[in-house]
């Protein structure tokens, strides 16, 4: 197959899979977090310091700000639609970057498996679909990972082994930070060591590969701190870490984040312990099979080619990090995700290693699915038993299409092939009988209606201070976020304020100055429930 026909169909299938209503659900979890910011950009004119609140937000790298700021630039949309493309354009890359490592590993078969894998995972099955950090910051350090792993396959030299990962990297720093060099260290200091090739890690170009990689954003947070050390004085405001944001450099906010998470002061027994749980579901299907696979071919001596090196540095490599990872005492699931790209690489590898024809009757898949098919819907927050059983009926359909499919599995690329119509079938009945039920019980844009309806004189709404919350983004550009009375437009016509700055004497008096007199309605943010939401006042003005 030509490759550009390859590219075709890997377009297509990721198309099918992630573009249907990628932007029909509201925003939810840390979205607003990445589009506010993104917004401000545009609004403001400044790429450099992010903003939130009407305050420098720099508690993560701006690269996810930037990628959401140039869709809404290119596009002319402000929608959740072209908010998310960044996060699917991410999978995409990745999915292209392991069609080529699989190729470099194996032919052709090994790069299609290789490809689907890291497009059909549990993981970014849900993160791809949203703007979050984990989908963009994810797919840009796995492509460095997998260019790594071909080059070394290959055999290629030590300089451009590692001078290939220096754009993915940098632009992952960007992102997120260097959390990814754990994972990628892990096993390449596995692989070097068995291969007795240790040396190349004091070669030039991997220090070289190294400081370029890391030097934008430490470029980026050196620019910040001198661009804080000349802005004015803002009002102190806490957030949910107790932290004044407007105060503390990027390497002070960074550090403190470092700090809590190695701290046991707020660590949570239960979700501890299901840690490991949740991250090999997040990894899931491929490492379960592979782990089969490579318990059930353990007392097979090891080969000593470059191939088997690197699947067997891969599975270690990833099983310690990932594991020293769940022994920190406040760390997220999501936070491993970064090892998706070795994990992905090792499961291929290793089912194409042991894979024989006697087992493709096996009902692997039928039981995960099934399961899954059983206990997930229950723990999905859904409003009655009834859609819970509409659920479990679905998955018991997939699964009989998934059993149906292995019945006929011949050869190892078959088993990833054979998943996509079940991925297709879900996709189907999310969009045309999941998402609809889902919209009956939206919390997030109602609030902006809500809103909405009392601002019908032409102006800005401003909001003082509110948080990051979604609903603002639903109000259009007509809104923007400030931190103080002064910095509110010329053309302000309406404010968006807390309960408690209303009702202090000063601040209020400062605004009657300015003809903000009128409360035209009182809105609580739904997210969690009605008794935990943030009340919002809506302040018109007067003529």
């Not at 052709?108 to 950090?133: C, S």
């Not at 899931?284 to 000593?304: M, N, V």
């Not at 699915?369 to 509409?390: C, E, H, K, N, Y």
């Not at 009128?518 to 943030?534: H, I, N």
Request: some cysteine.
């Amino acid at each position: 197959m030509r490759h550009s026909t390859a590219m075709m169909i890997l377009i297509a299938l990721w198309a099918a899979l992630y573009l249907p209503g990628l932007g029909d659900p509201e925003l939810r979890g840390e979205e607003g977090r990445r589009i506010l910011p993104a917004r401000e950009m545009l609004r403001r004119g400044d790429y450099v310091v992010p903003y939130s609140e009407g305050r420098p937000y720099h508690r993560k790298p701006p690269g996810i700000n930037w990628s959401i700021a140039a869709f809404f630039k290119l596009t002319g949309q402000q929608n959740g639609w072209t908010a998310r493309l960044p996060s699917v354009l991410g999978l995409l890359g990745l999915a292209v970057a392991g069609w080529w490592a699989g190729k470099t590993f194996g032919g052709p078969n090994m790069a299609w498996a290789l490809a689907l894998a890291l497009m059909l995972n549990v993981g970014m099955a849900e993160k791809a679909r949203l703007i979050e950090i984990e989908a963009l910051y994810v797919s840009l350090a796995g492509m460095g990972m997998l260019l790594w792993m071909a080059s070394w396959v290959k055999g290629a030299s030590v300089a451009r082994m590692w001078l290939v990962t220096v754009i993915p990297f940098a632009l992952a720093n960007l992102v997120k930070g260097p959390v990814y060099l754990l994972f990628f260290y892990a096993f390449v200091l596995i692989a070097l060591r068995r291969s007795g090739r240790l040396r190349d890690l004091r070669h030039p170009a991997h220090w070289l590969s190294l400081a370029l990689a890391l030097a934008p954003m430490v470029w980026w947070g050196y620019v910040v701190q001198q661009r804080m050390l000349e802005m004015p004085a803002l009002p102190p405001i806490m957030d949910e870490d107790g932290n004044a944001p407007s105060l503390r450099s990027p390497g002070d906010v960074w550090w403190q984040q470092i700090a809590g998470r190695l701290t046991f002061q707020n660590i949570n027994a239960s979700d501890w312990a299901q840690l490991p749980f949740r991250v090999l579901l997040i990894f899931s299907p491929w490492p379960l099979l592979a782990g089969w696979l490579a318990w059930k071919h353990r007392s097979q001596p090891p080969r000593q080619d470059r191939l088997s090196i690197l699947r067997s540095a891969l599975g270690w490599g990833s099983l310690i990090s990932c594991g020293a990872f769940c022994l920190l005492p406040s760390t997220r699931a999501r936070y491993l995700m970064s090892a998706l790209a070795p994990v992905c690489a090792w499961s291929v590898l290793t089912i194409f290693a042991w894979w024989r024809g006697q087992d493709r009757s096996r009902p692997i898949l039928l039981s995960l699915v099934s399961l899954a098919a059983l206990i997930v819907p229950w723990w999905l927050p859904l409003d009655s038993r009834a859609q819970v059983v509409g659920l479990n009926a679905c998955g018991v359909l997939i699964a009989w299409f998934a059993w149906n499919a292995l019945r006929r599995v011949t050869e190892p690329l078959r088993l990833f092939v054979q998943v996509v119509p079940s991925m297709l079938l879900t996709v189907l009945i999310l969009m045309t009988t999941i998402q609809p039920v889902l919209n009956l019980h939206e919390n997030v844009r109602p609030t902006a209606e809500k809103i909405l309806l009392h601002t019908n004189q032409p102006g800005i709404i401003a909001a003082i201070s509110p948080g990051p919350q979604p609903f603002l983004f639903y109000l259009g550009n007509r809104c923007v976020e400030v931190a103080k009375i002064s910095e509110l437009p010329p053309d302000t016509t309406y404010l968006l304020m807390s309960p408690q700055s209303w009702a202090d004497e000063d601040f209020r008096a400062r605004l009657a100055g300015r003809g903000f007199t009128e409360l035209l309605v009182s809105v609580t943010d739904q997210r969690f429930a009605p008794e935990k939401g943030r009340e919002y006042l809506l302040i018109g003005k007067v003529p």
